[in-house]
């Protein structure tokens, strides 16, 4: 290729690089194709093209080429790809400007390792369809399979990247115009800049702006629109709400965060030392360690851009957990996608399917907690088509920190400091977008609101912190609204003033406000007094994490923003803070149906077989062994058991390697429920999360909640009024259990509006993840048959609940199973008041050795919870007895508080004693077969096949 | 007798270090984690190590081909300062070792013979493998052990490729195969491998992972699997240098 030697010019040379084997990524995209239903004809040809610019001699390019391919794995080659007639279209893939790309670093890392001079570099791929396949199919596949247009463009034949993004350092601040709009023009400036405010927040911004006597310039603007989204103001949570009764009466009630904080007070647990106050919750389980928690959502850039929005979930739950100064040790995840064999032809417009989705968010999951280093445990995936347009995921972490007092920073005079990744145009505005519904346009023009992750900036951030307490006084990190929110947060009670042009950018041409309110991820800010930063720089460098001094914190309640010394932004933090006028909302609770259920079930062995193999229940082994869930060395609890590891688990256990003790994490999820009954699907939930923690060894009166809500828009009385009663339900669950909220979080406005002007809402979504004390870790249990002989016990009753059960879905959608004419909905599954102390008798039973295995019952009820067993310990199990008269209810029937426990003859007495409300079931078989009452004898192996063979 | 000083390599993107430090130390050595940058600032930190280990994880975040930056910080850095005083480790019988991206690392360093190509089955794929150590190896961290080892594998990239893996199996440079199931399609079943002097290993398994009984997924099931310890790989080293 000749070099152009003009001045000014740039000189760009191409490397491709393929695979000598089969390249796996040319077989998904034939797989994936196929599910469009667009078969390729063929293989596809799939190329890696790193592009440099430098002027390279043939020495250079010899010497890099061997990094850039290994010859034992691939050819590499400097000639430029030329097309070929005959063949199908070829077609180049790069990201779009500015778009992090590790890769293109990497290069210029090499380049300097090797002493050749590359100057810039980008990657992207190549992609050769096979002979027959038109432009049309291409386009087709590039769109919805291969590319993402949010991050990436194509081009036909050779791209032609561009890299030198940005432009132009000298962008203006603009005024806008506030105080003269009346409220139909306010409310046109919100739309047009996406501030997603009620017209109560205009009008009082128009009034503060008013009462200066100046105009907002667009850094306040914007700023005010972060700091009071929902998604940062939880303005739902907030709000003053009144509950329309069914007798048309209208009544008063606390804000929902008040009364989850006011159950958190109730309880009066001694072992929380921080609830619903900075990143995460806070507790401690034993002397001289506490243990952080949160769980967070990342549901709207999961739906546009999956692998990047899950991605940067994960990597903001682990910075939420260290801006708790806690290092974090395990991550989990709760996915709720649509149904993965969806109709293309029933696929809304703008939505991607979700079986690319349900794909691009497992791995985005993965290659975050994989590369950073933590052992992604616990989690859950589910499926309803109310998930289609909006997939939720939500994102937990866990970490540990040695016990200290927490700091009461920051001070007047530190420094504000910027650890991390550098600042670019990447994930503007999430927190409004976030706080809006989507709609079939929204893909196109959200662009800019997804965020690309970077795990091994974030890791060395995670090595700076750790041990480094003494060298700051507050920390948080930088999630949604960027630095305004982060600042603006840590400055509420001092003020600050801060030099934008000091931030590193990640490439010129940032406006003002787009650096203010970038979402640019992995950095943390902390305040640093200045006799300390120097020590943290020289730490910073030696782990090669970038630190930016931006600022100072004043003591004058004055927030000061600006670029190049010019003030962009001048408010005071009380308006900043406080001035958001409350929200007054309207909720209408509806009255579910608690009736007693009945299900006619005309063929049991076969319902249970259909129950194993329904995707909600079925083996989630494909994605759980896509985490590492080993590092570490801590996980005695896996979430995958027996003898051939492939049992679902309860909860996980984990504990560092060298403690006794360790901690349980369990989740609950269940939006069946809640399109009944959300007040019940929240006790149940609850119910759930801590029966599992208990099932495998924990200590239920040492049990700490996190409650995550994804809901429709609230402002829609019914949806509020379903929110309302769940919020009813984890007041009252907490309190029963003493198990006490100590953070949550709420995605509110999960809502598509098709092309077909409907509205798509998700059911009722609550995920409460339980992390719970392990006493003695040498104790846990896990969910499997573990020595024929064994007696089977069922703790708690069973009760004739099956609304929003499977077994409903099962019936529902089975041709075999039909016969089921009086299924009527009835109860959904209802609070067993019995359970607090029943589990803390089984505890009790567990420490003392009386239990060899345990399970808890949930979908599917008992038949399922005892074939899961079964499966786990691949033996057989011969039940004599039913826990309840009416074998649909014994066998099926979804009512709480229930678990399995396997013990050994010789303990029974004392079992029995220890935890009463017991029904002796029967006992395990060397046999591989479960015989049930009034059922046919089905081989474990035909159990075993149902359920892996679900796994989609 | 005194603990033999160990030293962890991790480079940006490294994991598993504190992993590798918890069975170093297990095993009876006095280990301490060092960063590249601070090897290739400081070759000489090498002299004072009996044993290397270079740590798992995603160095670089795999850009490029895992292990390549660190394997280029590690033998090109300097003008090649650094790689010569590990060579020189090698050749003074000092064992190192590079598990899962430290050996990824160690093939594209030339320490080791091979390369790691994609999992058979395109994914990242983490569980537990059961590895049998190759009678006629001339491993120095896999020769004297009687039974199986357990561990878990946590990779994406793991298949090894080798042109002719019978030769080197001849030459004893096979230190540990796969039994029963191969998890990433890896030529021959092979699992872990070494250098022509036996002191250099590299495998894909986590045997850092595997240093206590307890963190066997069956070992409360099962007492025999107390016999499969991936800590003895590390008390090997030791022993050797003791």
Known sequence: ???????????????????????????????????????????????????????????????????????????????????????????????????????????????????????????????????????????????????????????????DPDLHPGGTNDVPVELIAVRDLDETALARLGAERSLALDPEELLAIRRHFTDEGREPTDVELETLAQTWSEHCAHKTFRAAITVRTSDGDDVEIAPLIDQLRAATDAVAAPFVRSAFVGNAGIVSFCDGTTIALKAETHNHPSAVEPFGGANTGVGGVIRDVMGAAHRPIACTDVLCFGPPDLPIADLPDGALHPRRIRDGVIDGVADYGNKIGLPTVAGAVIYDPGFTTNPLVFCGCVGVAEDRPLPTGPFAGDRVVVLGGRTGRDGIRGATFSSTTMDATTGAVAGASVQIGDPVTEKLLIDVLDGADELWTAITDCGAGGLSSAIGEMAEHTGADVELTAAPLKYPGLAPWEIWLSEAQERMVVAVPPTRLAELRTRCIRHGVELADLGTFTGDGRLVVRHDGEPVLDLDTRFLHDGR????????????DRTPGSRTVVDPAATLLALLGHRDIASKAATIHRYDHEIGGGTVVRPLVGVASDGPGDGVVLADPRDSHGIAIGIGVNPWYGLHDPEAMAHAVIDEAIRNVVAVGADPERVALLDNFSWGDPRRPSTLGDLVAAVRGCRDAALAFGAPFVSGKDSLNNEYTGADGHRHAVPPTLVITAVAHVPDVGRCVTAELTAAGNVLFQIGPSAPAFAGSHLDMVLATSTVLDGASDRSAGAAPQPDPGAPQRYVRLHRAIRDGLVQGCHDISEGGLAVALAELCIAGRLGADIDTLPHDDPATALFAESTGRLVAEVAPADVERFVLTVGDVVRLGTVTAEPVLRLPGVAAIPVADLATAFLRGDV | MSRPAAIVVAGPGTNRDTDTVLALDLAGAEPSVVLAAELTARPELLDGARIVVVAGGFSYGDALGAGRMLALDLTAADGGRLGDRLRSFVASGRPVAGICNGFQVLTSTGLLPGALGHNIQGRFDCRWVELSPEPDSRCIWTQHLDDDVHCPIAHGEGRYVHPDPDSLAAAGQVALRYRSRNPNGSIADIAGVCDETGVVLGLMPHPENHVLARQHPRHRHDPTTTRTLGLRLFEAAVRHVK
């Open chain 1, 581 to 592: 006028p409350k929200r007054q909302m309207m909720a209408e609770v509806a009255v579910p």
């Open chain 1, 1 to 159: 290729m000749a070099s152009d030697h003009r001045p000014g010019s740039r000189s760009i040379s191409r490397y491709t690089v393929r695979s000598r084997d089969v390249d796996p990524r040319a077989e998904a995209i034939r797989a994936g194709a196929a599910t469009l239903g667009l078969a390729l004809h063929g293989a596809v040809d799939i190329a890696d093209v790193v592009f440099v610019e430098g002027d390279l001699d043939d020495d250079q390019r010899s010497r890099l080429g061997t990094v850039l391919a290994d010859p034992l794995l691939q050819v590499g080659s400097w000639d430029v790809p030329v097309s070929v007639a005959g063949e199908g279209p070829h077609v180049e893939i790069t990201l779009h400007p500015g778009v992090t790309d590790g890769a293109a670093d990497a290069v210029l890392h090499a380049g300097a390792q090797l002493g050749v001079d590359v100057r810039a570099a980008a990657t992207g791929r190549r992609i050769g369809f096979p002979a027959g396949t038109s432009d049309g199919a291409a386009d087709v596949l590039l769109r919805r399979l291969i590319a993402n247009p949010i991050i990436e463009h194509w081009a036909t034949g050779r791209a």
